[in-house]
Each structure stands twice: as C-alpha cells, then as structure tokens.
Nanobody, 125 residues
Framework: VQLQASGGGLVQAGGSLRLSCVAS????????MAWFRQVPGKEREFVAA????????YYLDSVKGRFTISRDNAKNTVLLQMNSLKPEDTAVYLC???????????????????WGQGTQVTVSS
C-alpha cells in the first residue's frame, strides 16, 4: 500500500490543523492506521492509531483530548484532527499502515510495514 500525507503547515499555538493520509494499492480496511511524529535527532514517536473497523483508537498521553484520529474506509483515508496545538507538537508527522499489527505493537514503529513521506507541522509560540 502507498500512503500520501498532507495537511501540515505553520500555525500559532492554540490553533488547529487537520492531517490527511490517503492510501492506494491495498485493501485499506485491512490495515491498522497510525500517525507518528519525528523531530531531528530523536526517535520516531507514536501519536495515535485506529483499528481496522474504527472500533478502538489509541493516543499518546500528551495529545489525549486535543487530537482525534478517524478513518473513512470508503475513501481510503485516515485523518488526524489536531486542536489546541503546542510548540512541542512541532515535528514531521508520518502516516503508517500495518497489516499484521497486534495490540502489543500498536504504539511501536515495528508494528507498521508501510509509511508515507511525512508532512511538516510547525507550531509557533
């Protein structure tokens, strides 16, 4: 599956952005979908994940209540709505898809076999 992320940009603290990731070349509903983020010199960090039928979602503690992950299997799209953004949310955000992701690896990069190119999110103070 190929993943194309978009929606990043520059926003002031307290603002909102909505990231979108469109998948092609696979059966989208078969994949657990997730968003990770990365800043230079640091490890890739889990942000949010959603199960195949949107039955469950998981979040990094620091984004709970501010970010919402959702998916539309008919449109092969996963969204990340980000509200009340903080400067520490600044990173490249990457979309990921996992065909064999299990609960124990949902928050780990090793749980995902497919990655998009990333979209930059910059939050100014």
């Amino acid at each position: 599956v190929q993943l194309q992320a978009s929606g990043g940009g520059l926003v002031q603290a307290g603002g909102s952005l909505r990231l979108s990731c469109v998948a092609s070349g696979g059966t989208f509903s078969s994949y657990v979908m997730a968003w990770f983020r990365q800043v230079p010199g640091k490890e890739r960090e889990f942000v949010a994940a959603i199960t195949r039928a949107s039955g469950s979602s998981y979040y990094l503690d620091s984004v709970k209540g501010r970010f919402t992950i959702s998916r539309d299997n008919a449109k092969n799209t996963v969204l990340l709505q980000m509200n009340s953004l903080k400067p520490e949310d600044t990173a490249v955000y990457l979309c990921a898809a996992g065909l064999r992701t299990i609960l124990s690896s949902t928050r780990e990069p090793r749980g995902y076999g497919f990655w998009g190119q990333g979209t930059q999110v910059t939050v100014s103070s």
